[in-house]
T-cell receptor
Framework: AQKITQTQPGMFVQEKEAVTLDCTYD???????LFWYKQPSSGEMIFLIY??????QNATEGRYSLNFQKARKSANLVISASQLGDSAMYFC?????????????FGTGTSLTVIP | GAVVSQHPSWVICKSGTSVKIECRSL??????MFWYRQFPKQSLMLMAT?????????EQGVEKDKFLINHASLTLSTLTVTSAHPEDSSFYIC????????????FGPGTRLTVL
């Protein structure tokens, strides 16, 4: 089974509007971390936001927020007030367990296009 | 923030030659670094986990004799693609694990390898 599932291969959003990128995960561990990364056309992976499995509050970082629904095993990324520079690939990732050396599992990504 | 560099950013080589890619954590020490491979419009595929001072751990299906990894210091890991062939052409990304805050991975900018 896929550890991370991103069901939206491509998304479009009007500039200044909000957009939600979906991510569901599969793990039997109680302790895990969820991450979102942005990959522009240049290729570099940019860390956006983190949610720990024990965090009770949804993580927020500027215009990014993570809608964490633990029972549904979902960790959707919400981008508010979209900007043209937000056009990029977005990857959801998970690290299982408490071992900091554990590998990350990445989803297949969502390509976001912001329309002026 | 934590910065990871990769060198070279792109390389073109002839079939049969070897190519070395360097990954450096510039402002922090990384006992663990990861090497990923990414095909166009696909997700990151973990190739191996590199631990300073010990042998790398390779993922299933990744030839350790083909992709030599050396993590000689806390700030440098190298990936050598030996006897490269056109099918090795890909985007290679390294990341370094920062043991603080969220214990997230910080990614290098990637190296685009083209084997003729």
């Amino acid at each position: 089974a896929q550890k991370i599932t991103q069901t939206q291969p491509g998304m479009f959003v009007q500039e200044k509007e909000a957009v939600t990128l979906d991510c569901t995960y599969d793990t039997s561990d109680q302790s895990y971390g969820l991450f979102w990364y942005k990959q522009p056309s240049s290729g570099e992976m940019i860390f956006l936001i983190y949610q720990g499995s024990y965090d009770e509050q949804n993580a927020t970082e500027g215009r990014y927020s993570l809608n964490f629904q633990k029972a549904r095993k979902s960790a959707n990324l919400v981008i508010s007030a979209s900007q043209l520079g937000d056009s990029a690939m977005y990857f959801c990732a998970m690290r299982e367990g408490i071992n900091t050396g554990n590998q990350f599992y990445f989803g297949t990504g969502t390509s976001l296009t912001v329309i002026p | 923030g934590a910065v990871v560099s990769q060198h070279p950013s792109w390389v073109i080589c002839k079939s049969g030659t070897s190519v070395k890619i360097e990954c450096r954590s510039l402002d922090f020490q990384a006992t663990t670094m990861f090497w990923y491979r990414q095909f166009p419009k696909q997700s990151l595929m973990l190739m191996a986990t590199s631990n300073e001072g010990s042998k790398a751990t390779y993922e299933q299906g990744v030839e350790k004799d083909k992709f030599l990894i050396n993590h000689a210091s806390l700030t440098l890991s190298t990936l050598t693609v030996t006897s490269a062939h056109p099918e090795d052409s890909s985007f290679y990304i390294c990341s370094a694990l920062l043991l603080a805050s969220y214990n997230e991975q910080f990614f290098g900018p990637g190296t685009r390898l083209t084997v003729l």
